[in-house]
């Protein structure tokens, strides 16, 4: 392995990656659309226009959190049937991904990665079939080492245990690159391992204030950042 970034301990021998507000714009693309689709139906619910609908999801999600179930919320206020959140579900499960594109700097960074020698894994927590379909558009099929999929909330635990298990790893060789504070960044530093913030998405912007700069992880805006003094 040649000479490592500065921003990366020399211990590290692997990287898992994150996939969704991680190495694709997924709040800015998927989740505006679902808010849109949602809207279509908010909009008729509660008499007002699809942008005002919008609007209030959008404020209810920035109080309440990205993890929110804001159908159920709206549902509540308005005295709403729950006919009114099974067709909210059935309208943004619909959804396809096509059209979806890696951030610029994703393929070429992780192509780089590799060349240098690291191990490289995607975990990713979804429904298996949509988070199937993503990595399949993206053209990540073959990216990695290995996918992983959880469709269990608090799943990537195990995830990181069979990882380090299976490829014979120590946490201090692994480096755990997300968006989510609470979930992917909280479970790899309880793990040991070296961490990376993605400052993107709605889950960062959400927690940011819980955040503190110069905390015990790497901050970074892209996945080029970890490569910022390859060259030397």
């Keep these: 392995m040649s000479k490592l970034t500065s921003l990366v301990s ?15 714009d997924c709040s ?34 920035n109080r309440l959190g990205p993890k929110s179930d804001i159908a159920s919320e709206i549902a509540s206020l308005y005295d709403l049937p729950e006919e009114f959140c099974k067709e909210v579900a059935n309208t943004i499960n619909t959804l396809e991904v096509e059209g ?39 053209g990540l099929e073959k990216t990695f080492d290995e996918i992983i999929i959880t469709e269990n909330p608090r799943g990537k635990e195990k995830c990181f245990k069979e990882i380090l298990s299976k490829y014979d790893l120590e946490p201090e060789q692994v480096l755990c690159v997300g968006d989510k504070i609470k979930d992917e960044i909280e479970v790899g530093k309880r ?42």
């Design 10 to 24: 020399a211990r590290v021998k692997a990287i898992i990656f994150d996939l969704d507000d991680t190495l694709y």
């Design 28 to 61: 800015g693309t998927l989740v505006l659309k679902r808010r849109k689709l949602a809207a279509k139906i908010i909009s008729k619910a509660i008499k007002c226009s699809e942008a005002e609908a919008l609007k209030l999801q959008l404020e209810l999600e």
């Design 100 to 138: 979806v594109i890696l951030f610029p700097d994703t393929m070429d960074s992780i192509n780089e990665l590799k060349k240098i020698g690291y191990k490289l894994f995607l975990v990713t927590f979804g429904s298996r079939e949509m988070q199937e379909k993503k990595i399949k558009v993206l």
């Design 191 to 232: 793990f040991g391992m070296s961490t990376a913030l993605m400052k993107h998405g709605r889950h960062y912007h959400f927690y940011k204030s819980e955040i503190n700069e110069e905390g015990s992880y790497l901050h970074i805006t892209k996945v080029s950042d970890l490569l910022e003094n390859e060259k030397d």
